[in-house]
C-alpha cells in the first residue's frame, strides 16, 4: 500500500434508508401508547407526549446529519497510524490517531473512535474524540477495502514519544 492513502467519504443510502425505517417503525409504535398521543386527554400526557416526539425527531434529524456530515470529506491514511480528517469546502480538519482498542473490523462494517492530534483553528471548539461507523457504502469500491487494512495493521503504531492514550 502506497501511503498516504486519500479516501473520500460520502454519505450512505442504505444508513439513511435505515435510519428512516427505524424511526417511522418507532413513531408507529408510539402510535399504539394511548398517553403518548398528543389528544389524549391531561397535561401531563401532553408534555410525555411533546417530550416523546421531540426526542424522536431529534433522533431522526441526528442520524440524517451523522450521514450528511461526510458528504465532502476526507481521510488521508498515513503509515505511522496517523490519520488526516479534512473538510474539503472549508478546509477545516485536523490529525487524529485512531483511540488504542477502539476499532471493530468486520467485513461490512468500522467502528472507530479518533484522538485529536492536532486540529485546525477552525475546529478548536470540537475537538474532542470523534468516533465512525462507516459500512462500504460511505466509500469508493476498493477504499473500504483499504481502510479495513489500515485499521487492522497500521492504526494501531503509537509512535515512542506518545505512548498509549486511554
Known amino acids: 500500500m502506497e501511503f498516504p492513502v486519500e479516501l473520500k467519504l460520502r454519505g450512505s443510502k442504505m444508513i ?3 435510519v428512516w425505517v427505524v424511526h417511522v417503525a418507532a413513531a ?3 402510535f399504539h401508547v394511548p ?13 410525555l407526549a411533546c417530550g416523546a416526539w421531540t426526542l424522536l425527531g431529534a433522533s431522526l434529524v441526528r442520524g440524517l446529519r451523522a450521514q450528511a456530515s461526510l458528504e465532502a ?11 488526516e480528517l479534512v473538510r474539503e469546502s472549508d478546509g477545516a480538519g485536523g490529525l487524529f490517531r485512531v483511540r ?16 485529536p492530534v492536532a486540529v485546525s483553528a477552525s475546529v478548536v471548539a470540537g475537538s474532542g474524540a470523534r468516533r465512525f461507523m462507516l459500512v462500504p457504502d460511505n466509500l469508493s469500491a476498493g ?6 487494512i489500515w485499521l487492522r495493521h497500521c492504526s494501531a503504531h503509537v509512535s515512542q514519544g506518545e505512548g498509549a492514550r486511554p
Not at 488504542?100 to 484522538?115: E, I, R, Y
Not at 477504499?143 to 479495513?148: A, E, I, N, V
Open 35 to 47: 398517553a403518548l398521543l398528543p389528544a389524549s386527554g391531561g397535561a401531563v400526557d401532553w408534555a
Open 73 to 83: 470529506c476526507s481521510l488521508w491514511l498515513e503509515r505511522d497510524g496517523l490519520l
Open 143 to 148: 477504499s473500504f477495502r483499504l481502510l479495513r
Open 100 to 115: 488504542v482498542g477502539s476499532q471493530v473490523v468486520l467485513p461490512n462494517a468500522a467502528w472507530f473512535a479518533l484522538v
Open 28 to 30: 408507529l409504535a408510539l
Open 16 to 18: 439513511r434508508a435505515s
